[in-house]
């Protein structure tokens, strides 16, 4: 009976919950930005002492380095095995952002890999340290919940995707016929990657530039979203999704954003998000292809084919606004996009040739009409406002035929001449090579492909950890932003917003109830809500959003 009373009331201790680096390192900066203590310790359901034995730790816990989940850094746990996760992160960030959906095996493959060559860059380090590091099935199962990544598959048969996306293709006809859609109202979308400022590797310019440490990947890269229509007449502006929401070319060119040839978005990733996408799909995709559809006398019906990247929500449908709910939306089945998804189909490649080609023939005009040498201008003149040009300009270069064509795959009725050999484009790669050799680059065929290639391929472990480095910096960056705003006079508290929106409240009814014209008081107090009082309630409404995604964070790290 005491065995069972002992039994009964161990199980009824509650488990100690370890707090992770992460965590820690939050409830530090909540603090100095001027958190109460106690505020804190009822975010995150813990004493006032948990709160107060981390923050007399703090300048312990901020030298830590520890990769996301980590409670604690031991000698067990080595630092080369933070720094693979932290890498690992980053790169099935990258994979998910591609709309890849990556297998167990595909990331344990990728740990083992990224350790082997952390290892191989350490002074002393021998093959048996190579070989420490298995990437079992247990390892796998602790970074899944440290990290709490979810969208892994645990086994694939990679030879069935053909044969998928044959019955997909097979359906995917069979609807179109039946639905009725014209090659004219089917669009498709898909986003790149872009190094905006890339050479070939060969060149003397890339070898310089790859010399010089620092975080180029974040600085140098950006995301650019393309639609068109089968019919290959119809090409909607992109969207642009960069880390600066404002780079200093802007002002020295003095840019309007809202002329642009593109709809330009900034986070600190430079990723299309769902937010972003929802807003290109209002203001951008429904009113272009509206209008499109007008002028052509055809009737107000599309279907906008996509993959199932995490930018793209299930669910877009209902975020459409009423005037365009006439748009229609389709997903491509997963894993299927490469053999499927008609931007793909030599569309994307295309535009980047045409951008290296544009990027050559700037080089070109400067170095041939001014006293600039090539390494001047690209390192002293050449800016994002420059890309911006050359990316409209091969946009605009991409043709009719080619994005046409590129439905062959997946809707051969709709591709003009279908029947017959395909022609290809002008050879733009000669061109560019051309231009290399007349300003005495050594680059050929092979150069250009490659270049062209790499910004479909996978970073490199260098440029994982360049990566990891510059968002780093723009945390850091964020968190200075924070505590400037913090220290001006503008700075407003939750409580301080409450406690006017009271005051106005109280002033409301005093005047509602001595004031003797009502209505003239109902219209000024609507007037002064909508032009004034709307700001605050937006501030109001975004810390909420704040604290409800750290309050859900720390759950889902606990």
């Given amino acids: 009976m005491a065995t069972r009373k002992k039994k009964v009331e161990k199980e009824g201790i509650k488990k100690k919950v370890m707090i992770t680096v992460e965590v820690k390192k939050e409830i530090i900066k909540k603090h100095e930005q001027g958190m109460r203590v106690a505020d804190i310790a009822r975010c995150y359901s813990k004493s006032t002492s948990t709160i107060c034995t981390i923050l007399k730790k703090k300048e312990n816990i901020r030298r830590l380095d520890a990769a996301k989940g980590v409670t604690r850094v031991s000698k067990q746990r080595p630092q080369v095995l933070e720094d693979v996760e932290k890498l690992l992160l980053i790169w ?26 952390l290892i191989s860059k350490l002074p002393g380090m021998s093959t048996e340290n190579e070989e420490s590091f298995k990437a079992s099935r247990g390892w796998f199962d602790n970074f899944k919940r440290r990290s709490g990544i979810h969208f892994v598959r645990h086994r694939e048969a990679m030879s069935s995707d053909t044969k998928a ?17 014209l090659p004219h109202q089917v669009f498709s979308c898909n986003e790149t990657r872009l190094f905006w400022k890339k050479m070939p590797r060969r060149t003397y310019i890339a070898a310089e530039e790859n010399a010089k440490p620092g975080p180029k990947p974040m600085k140098d890269c950006l995301t650019l979203l393309f639609c068109a229509n089968a019919n290959g007449d119809c090409k909607v502006k992109p969207l642009l999704v960069y880390h600066s929401e404002n780079p200093r070319a802007f002002k020295k060119c003095k840019v309007q954003k809202s002329q642009l040839n593109v709809m330009w978005r900034s986070n600190s990733r430079g990723w299309v998000t769902p937010i972003l996408f929802v807003e290109w799909i209002n203001e951008v995709f429904g009113p272009a292809v509206k209008k499109y559809l007008l002028e052509k006398n055809l009737p107000v019906q599309v279907l906008l084919l996509m993959d199932n990247a995490p930018a793209h ?123 290399g050799k007349t300003m005495g680059l050594e680059v050929n065929e092979d150069d250009i492909e490659e270049l062209v290639e790499e910004n479909s391929h996978e970073l490199t472990t260098d440029e994982l950890m360049d990566l990891h480095l510059a968002q780093q910096q723009v945390v850091m960056k964020e968190i200075s932003s924070e505590e400037k705003a913090k220290n001006t ?56 959003q704040q604290l409800s995604l750290d309050m859900r964070l720390v759950k889902e790290e606990l």
């Fill in 92 to 117: 099935i960030n990258e994979k998910q952002r591609a709309g890849d959906t990556v297998t167990e095996t595909f990331i344990c493959e990728k740990a083992k890999a990224l350790y082997t060559e």
């Fill in 165 to 181: 996306a044959e019955t997909f293709t097979t359906e995917f006809q069979e609807f179109m016929v039946s639905e009725g859609y």
């Fill in 489 to 544: 006079k503008d700075f407003l508290t939750s409580n301080e917003i409450q406690e006017m929106f009271h005051m106005w409240e109280s002033l409301q009814n005093f005047v509602v109830k001595h004031h003797p014209d009502k209505a003239l008081v109902v219209r000024a107090v609507e007037l002064f809500n909508d032009n004034a009082m709307s700001h605050f309630h937006e501030i109001l409404k975004r810390m909420q």
């Fill in 313 to 435: 929500p299930p669910g877009l449908e209902n975020d459409l606004l009423e005037e365009f709910k006439f748009i229609k939306v389709k997903f491509l089945p997963a894993n299927k996009t490469p053999l499927l998804q008609p931007l793909d189909q030599q569309v994307i490649s295309n535009f980047k040739k045409l951008y290296t080609k544009a990027l050559f023939q700037q080089c070109f005009d400067v170095t041939n009409g001014t006293n600039l040498t090539l390494r001047e201008f690209w390192k002293n003149h050449f800016h994002i406002v420059n890309s911006l040009k050359m990316i409209d300009k091969a946009w605009d270069g991409v043709t009719k035929q080619t994005l046409n064509s590129s439905w062959r795959k997946l809707w051969s009725d709709c591709v003009v001449g279908h029947d017959l050999v395909y022609e290809p484009e002008p050879p733009v790669v000669d061109e560019i090579v051309s231009l």
